[in-house]
């Protein structure tokens, strides 16, 4: 997330909302923004509709995939810390770009923890 919000403002410039959605409590949204530095839009969806909506996987399998741990060091290693929990801990995110007409753009969903889209793509199909 530290990474999507850093490029931010190349999603303004193209005239993008970028939005995020997450299953936790909205009390948890200062310390969210404390850890990711993310400061546009930020919803929760507690029920996790967006989630089903868009299909992102919801299990432990996500957790025990291959490249996770891996992922996980990498993580450690470039200064990235595991905050506290926050909603569902066992539900994979992704990203989708949807247009105006509600026309699906782009697809990314997590298969494992740690997976994250490629900025590039998502900005390359706007």
Known sequence: MA???QHQNAFEARGLNLVVIGSGSPRHFDSFRAATGYKGLLFTDPGRKAYDLLGFSN?????LRPGVLFR???ALKSGHRQGAVQGNTLQLGGAAVISPEEKLLYYFAERSAGEHPDIEDLLACC
Do not use: P
Request: net charge negative.
């Open 59 to 63: 299990g432990i399998s996500g957790l």
């Open 3 to 5: 990474d999507l919000a």
């Open 72 to 74: 996980g060091l990498v």
